[in-house]
Every structure is written in C-alpha cells, then in structure tokens.
C-alpha cells in the first residue's frame, strides 16, 4: 500500500507495535536511532532517569550529549549543569559526549559527526532537533522525561503527525538564503500554522539549497509549530550521506499519491532577504520594508546559521568594511570544525579586522543566557530562530532575525539594511 | 480525571521564554521555577494562582523553546489542569509525560474568563464553566493511561516491572 508521506514511513519503519500501517492521528509506540540532550535539559532528564529506578543506560551508543547551553560555563550554576553532563556521560558510558571545546552546538555538530541519516528518526530534549530534517530524517524535541524513558527501556510514543508538501521551484536570488525561505513560510501560515503537524519540502528548487541553508530551512519549523521538518531525499542529500554517515541509511521520499493537510508553492525566483520584527517569527516584513531602524548588536550565528555557508556569506559582505560606530558584532561558529575551517579559509581574520567579536561554540546568546545578552532598551539583529520578549536577554530588548548577509550589512551600516545598498 | 478550580485566562501564543526567562535554566527545583512563573510580563500572576486553578489560553500555548521548566512550574504552582485552543506539541508532549493534563478545546478558550469556576473531566472530555457545559477533545487512550498514572516515569516503572516478570527465571537482562 503506498499513499505515504515521508513522516508516516519513518514511523513506520520505526514502529514497535504490531500493525501493518500507521495513520495520522494514530499514537504508536516506537523506538528511536538517537536521542539527543543538551546542558539544559540533559540534567533534568538525569534526574528523571534516577526517579524511574536509574541503573544502566540500555543503549548508550544511542545517546549523543553535548554542552552548548551553559558552556563554557558562565556562572556557577551552569557549572553545575556541565558538570552533570560530564558525571551521568562517565558513569551511563556515554561515548558520544562533546564537552567545552570538543564539538559545538548539537544540531550542527550531530550531522557533522555523522550521527542522524536519511530514513533516521531522533529525539531531542532541544525544539530545535527537527534541523535533522534537512539530512531526510524525522527530528522531533520532546519531554525531557521522555528523554529518560527512551535510555531506560528502549521506546517511547509519537502521535503519527498529518503532513504539510512545501514545493520549492525556481532558484534564489542574491542574498536570498534557506532563511527567507523559511520565514517567508512564517508570514504565510503563521506560529501556528502547521501545529501537530510535518512539514515536508521538496521540488526543483531544492537543486539551488544545500545542506548548511536547509538546516537553516528545518531549524525554524518550530516556529511554526511544527513536529517536524524533513526535507526529501535527492542528489545534495545521497552525496552527503555517502560521505558523511556513519550508520546504516534509508532515502526516504514521499509517494506521488501521499496524503496531505495541504499543499505549497515557493518561487525561489520571487523571494526577497526577509526580516522578522519583534516579538513573533511570524511578524516578517521583507527587509526593503524597514527604513532606519538602529541597531545596537548584531548576533551572527546558531544551531542553523553557524555554518560555513554563513560564515562565507558574512564574510562577503564584511570583507573590506568595518562594523559601524555604536553597533558591536558577534559571530559565533557553529562548532569547533567549523571554526578551523573558516580561520584557514581566512574569514577570521576578515571578521577580527572589521571590528566584530568572534566566540567559541555556545548557544550563550541566543537564549539570553551569556555571551552577548541585551539591555533594556538595546536593539538586537540576529541571525536566530526565535525573538521573544525577554528572548535575547532584558525584556526591555528587541530582537530582529534575518539572514547572514542581512546581517553582516546591518552590522556594517549601524541600522538594518537590505545588503544589496551598502 | 476531574478537576474544580478557578480559571487563569491566558492569551495566544504564551511563549514559554515569557513562562520561564532564560537565565532560570539552571534552577531545577519545581518550587524555585514557580516563583518566576510569567515575572516580567505579569508579574501579579503567581500570587493570583490558587492550588487547583485551571489555565485557560488561546491557541498555540507553550509555544517556543521546549522548556519542561514551564510545565513543571506551572504544576508546582498548583495549576490543576490546563485548557487551549490550541497546544505547541513540545510543551503538549512535555505536561502529559509530567502528569499535567492538557486538554485542546477552542470553544472553552473563547467563553472562559478570568476568575470563573470552572470544572474538568479530562476523559469525557466535559467542562463547566459557572454550570454551563462545553466540550473539549477527550484525551486518547494511551494518552490518558500516562496521566493516570501522573506520568511517564510510572509508566517505564511498570514497563520495566513487566519485561523483568517475561524474563524467564535465572536469564539476566
């Protein structure tokens, strides 16, 4: 029987209970490729962990844990939470464990060690987890006592979720990015818009996307309340996996007669650099839109835009130019590989000289944890997921998001710009 | 499972960066998180909650960051039951495997206001509000044994009870 889409076959394949088929709607018992924790909720879910009896971790190959959130640690407290990764990663035998200086920020770094593949279903404790799906996988956040349960006995549960088609034609034009691709989704369907649901993307235009820009595509699905995101199988993703997987894989595509919620056209063609205003993602206007608004920090760097693709778009533009009196800049790559990369292709240097601040892997900023917190008053441009009040640091802040070539100009230009005006 | 309380009312999209600031993260008891609960955008919130009371929200509550911080807290709180339009399913997933019931209702989330008395029966799926009866979606089955048994850590406690009883005698796991 066919009439799937590519969530209902990774469930499926995925499946403990003893039925032919899953169907949205359907809970169904499962058991997962990998599970993912981080430094902020790594430490609840040991605590759960010991609640449900403790003892061994029943796959430990299966965990993967990294310390992004608190790391390196900006206060006592985070120590703390540090120091339990390292405690529970030592004692449960966890080998895939990245500490300060060892890895990055986990949704970058999980693709990059080869750890998730075409086909793979992932829990994370993160709401970002879904960035999985830009390499064909089904990338959910969930409980962090689910987390638990999953290293206890080996399976948890999924509601089988119902599946939106993004049909990408065209290819994109300059400065455009995997980033307007996504927030130009946001300002159709809204924060709510795909709600219990998974969104797929595939068609031609993918062709025009590589993998850096469809974990930036994936990361924001969130945002839109998605469960997930997955982007399907094509060349960009089976030369990827070839190169880079370290388990066994499926390529997994929809089939031409699968079930959908709804479907979407993108023309690539016809997007322009968006920008999402405080304090929604779904509050984007494209940024010809916004005249003169200042802007006190730019923060360039996350789980989804840390990666040498933003690197070298950054660079593009700062290259040769200074960040404006008044305004400071941050860059944060997303993982310690990543950072080589760019000092030897020289995009450091091209950074330090225009004046911005470069920082070691840490998801410090994007929270408002440390590394770049906002003020009351400040005005913050970012090139991450969420702008919430209170998100980036005071409650008093705002926060824009847009992309790296966004900006690197905003930086440059002291307010946010459209690149190609500079 | 059934509940009586007074309502919270709530709006749309109650991020949980609003529910718990980031710089909280690193607090993990229940009852130090519940003293932060909404701080900087209503901060009269906590003081407001009675044990028992009933959050009633719009649509997409929970939405943002997957912070189990902001369901726990919440319990901790002593909010009883929660009732939305609409759920972000990060934080859906998180109240279930907590034991906190959840449940999706638009036309309670629009007649509900601030104060009133409200009861909840989470597996008929019946709501009073001042006497008057709305529906909400029952919970599904499986959905409901986890709340039964005030979440998922019983649950992999009695799954794990149950695979030792199926090992035969003298097999090590």
Not at chain 1, 269 to 279: G, I, L, Q, S
Request: one cysteine or more; proline letters at 4%; hydrophobic letters at 40%.
């Amino acid at each position: 029987m066919t009439r799937q889409t590519i969530a209902e076959k990774i469930l499926e394949a995925h499946r403990l209970d003893e039925r032919d088929r899953v169907e949205p709607g359907d809970v169904v018992r499962a058991r997962v490729d990998l599970v993912l924790l981080n430094d902020a909720n790594g430490p609840v879910a040991f605590r759960h962990f010991a609640n449900m009896g403790g003892g061994k971790v029943v796959n430990p190959d299966k965990v993967m844990m990294v310390c992004d959130h608190f790391a390196p640690a900006p206060s006592a407290a985070g120590a703390r939470m540090l120091g339990d990764m390292r405690r529970f990663a030592t004692s449960k035998g966890i080998e895939h464990f990245y500490d300060v200086g060892k890895g990055g920020i986990e949704h970058t770094l999980m693709p990059e060690v080869g750890l998730c593949g075409p086909g793979d279903l992932i829990a994370g404790g993160d709401s970002h987890t879904g960035t999985a799906g830009a390499f064909n996988a089904f990338g959910t956040g969930m409980s962090w006592s689910g987390m638990a349960a999953i290293m206890q006995i080996d399976e948890t549960w999924f509601r089988v979720p119902e599946s939106m088609r993004f049909t990408l034609r065209g290819k994109k034009a300059a400065h455009v990015t995997g980033k307007d691709v996504i927030l130009q989704i946001l300002q159709d369907i809204g924060v709510d818009g795909a709600l219990y649901r998974s969104m797929e993307f595939a068609g031609p235009g993918l062709a025009d996307i590589n993998m850096d820009e469809r974990m930036g595509i994936c990361n924001m699905v969130v945002e839109a309340g998605a469960k997930t995101g997955i982007v399907e199988f094509d060349d960009i993703t089976r030369a990827w996996a070839e190169a880079t997987c370290k388990r066994p894989w499926t390529a997994t595509v929809a089939d031409a007669d699968a079930q959908y919620h709804s479907r979407h056209d993108i023309d690539l063609a016809r997007m322009r650099p968006m920008v999402a205003k405080p304090y929604s993602p779904e509050n984007v206007v494209a940024v010809d839109d916004i005249r003169h608004v200042h802007v006190d920090q730019v923060y360039m760097g996350n789980c989804a835009n840390g990666t040498m693709t933003d690197l070298r778009q950054i660079a593009s533009v700062l290259k040769g130019r200074k960040v404006a009196k008044g305004t400071r800049a941050m860059i944060v790559p997303a993982t310690q590989k990543i950072y080589r990369e760019a000092m030897a292709e020289g995009l450091i240097d091209i950074f330090i000289e225009a004046g911005a601040a470069v920082s070691t892997p840490t998801c410090g900023a994007c929270f408002g944890g440390h590394n770049g917190a906002l003020d009351d008053g400040e005005v913050g441009f970012a090139t991450i997921n969420r702008n919430f009040k209170g998100r980036g640091g005071h409650a008093g802040a705002q926060v824009y998001l847009g992309n790296s070539y966004v900006a690197a100009a905003t930086a440059v230009a002291g307010e946010i710009i459209d690149p190609a005006l500079l | 499972m059934q509940f009586k309380g007074n309502v919270q009312k709530l709006g749309d999209s109650v991020d949980t960066d609003v529910m718990v600031p980031g710089r909280y993260l690193s607090l993990m008891n229940p009852a130090d998180i519940a003293k932060h609960i909404f701080e900087e955008v209503d901060p009269g919130f906590v003081g407001r909650v009675k044990p028992g009371d009933v959050i009633v929200a719009g649509r997409n509550f929970g939405c943002g960051s997957g912070r189990e911080q902001a369901p726990f807290g919440l319990k901790a709180l002593g909010i009883s039951c929660i009732v939305a339009a609409s759920f972000s399913r990060t934080f859906y997933r998180m109240s279930i495997d907590l034991g906190l019931p959840i449940l999706i209702s638009p036309e309670v989330a629009e007649a509900a206001s601030q104060g009133q008395a409200i009861e909840v029966d989470t597996v008929s799926g019946r709501v009073l509000l001042d006497g008057r009866e709305f529906r909400a979606e029952p919970l599904p089955a499986f959905i409901q044994q986890i709340i039964d048994m005030g979440g998922v850590t019983d649950w992999v406690k009695q799954e794990l009870a149950r695979r030792a009883a199926a090992q035969p005698s003298g097999a090590s796991a």
